[in-house]
């Protein structure tokens, strides 16, 4: 029977694996006690590490494959778990680039990828590992997993724009972009509005949300300016906090959290903006917040 002490030393970063690879906190948890399980019936493992990232990862291509059908039929936009990363949850943020890899735009492009192509890039990427351990994790020999890597950056290329603004300016533009929206500022909102602005909402069916994309300055500020105009609009409490890596909006309505604001900033404006409002996508980072 595997030791429980070096499985727990593990597990920050099997749940850091699972959620880039699944986008979902949730179903990370769910694929970290998996592997548990079956790490406490395991014999005797050589390389715990080694062996717990291969169960993660192979867990997660599992349930990838499922996943693909179950988003195809999703109400309205599909958008990642958001988690609250300022406690290290997800491993060091320390860099430009390890923050935007789990930022919520990341994770959707990530989506594209196919189950193969984002195991490979999320480790090597996020993780460093050689492609020499990355052919053992997956079954394949090295050369397919150079291949792999190569297909996922080119993808990724093709639909990702970079974001460079320092987490000081996109903490000022964020808490002032807030504001305009609590306050109902129509001035304060248009100049932080890029003219191509593209607003998604992930509602799941389950509460009232934009079921397909807003685009344009015009529409997305009547849309947020509607926020302002609800009634409950006077009973929420809202701050800035790190979610994924990037600071965020976070909206509470009475003891839960009801909305996450994660707007995507570039030479000081917002240039797309992603709003969970599903509550069963908030319940991971509305239980951090408590």
Not at 11 to 31: I, K, N, Q, T
Not at 63 to 76: C, F, I, N, W
Not at 253 to 274: N, S, W, Y
Request: proline fraction near 4%.
């Amino acid at each position: 029977m595997a030791e429980v002490g070096v499985f727990e030393e593990q597990r920050p970063r099997l749940f850091g694996v699972a959620y880039r690879m699944l986008g979902s906190a949730v179903e990370a948890e769910d694929v970290v006690q998996d592997a548990f399980l079956r790490w406490h019936k395991a014999d005797r493992v050589e390389v715990p590490a080694a062996w717990l990232t291969k169960v993660v990862t192979n867990l997660c291509l599992n349930r990838l494959a499922s996943a693909r059908v179950t988003r195809e039929r999703y109400v309205g936009a599909w958008l990642p778990e958001p988690v609250l990363t300022a406690g290290g949850v997800l491993g060091p943020l320390e860099t430009v680039e390890q923050r935007d890899l789990v930022s919520l735009g990341f994770l959707v492009v990530l989506e594209r990828l196919s189950p193969p192509e984002r195991a490979v890039f999320v480790l090597r990427e996020a993780f460093g590992h050689p492609h020499r351990e990355i052919a053992e994790i997956l079954d394949v020999d090295e050369a397919h997993s150079r291949q792999l890597h190569s297909r996922a950056r080119k993808h990724i290329a093709e639909t990702r724009r970079r974001f460079a603004a320092d987490q000081g300016q996109h903490r000022r533009i964020v808490d002032r972009f807030l504001a305009a929206t609590l306050d109902g500022d129509m001035a304060g909102l248009e100049r932080l509005l890029a003219d191509d602005v593209v607003s998604w909402a992930d509602g799941g069916g389950t509460t009232t949300a934009a079921r397909r994309p807003i685009v344009g300055k015009t529409k997305v500020l009547r849309y947020l300016l509607g926020f302002h105009a609800r009634p409950e609009a006077t009973l929420v409490a809202a701050e800035v906090a790190e979610v994924n890596g990037q600071p965020a909006a976070l909206v509470r309505f009475g003891d839960g959290l009801a909305a996450v604001f994660a707007p995507e900033i570039q030479d000081g404006l917002v240039v797309a903006l992603r709003l969970v409002v599903s509550p069963a996508k908030l319940a991971y980072a509305d239980t951090q917040a408590k």
